[in-house]
């Protein structure tokens, strides 16, 4: 919500920093990201506070940490990710970056 001065969070300006940086107006992010236009508005404007599921869906769109639009920690997913997998198995690991590169891939050829 906003804070006593009357100025939006951190966390939404964040979040609205990288839905401008990547070329979203705010019909087709709300779109994207699972919402109605006027609950994005609410959003953006501080009239509702994020819900989490909605900060995770933004997360995964523009690949960075929850961290990141929560409290400005710098993170990728990728870090994050690597960090997941070093409890996993060397055969686990295989798999985990296998399915990952496949995903890059897919995400590739959407381009």
């Known amino acids: 919500m906003k804070n006593r001065t009357g100025h939006k969070s951190e966390m939404t300006m964040r979040i609205i920093a990288l839905r401008k ?33 909605v900060i995770k869906n933004i997360s995964l769109l523009f690949n960075v940490s929850t961290d990141y639009i929560i409290f400005g920690k710098e993170e990728s997913m990728d870090t994050l ?18 399915i990952m590169e496949v995903i890059e891939s897919l995400n590739s050829s959407e381009v």
């Open 21 to 53: 940086k990547n070329d979203y107006n705010q019909e087709n992010f709300a779109d994207t990201i699972g919402i109605s236009l006027n609950t994005l508005k609410d959003y953006e404007s501080e009239r509702t506070e994020w819900k989490l599921t």
């Open 81 to 98: 990710l690597i960090k997941k997998f070093s409890c996993l198995s060397e055969k686990n690991k295989r798999l985990a970056l296998g």
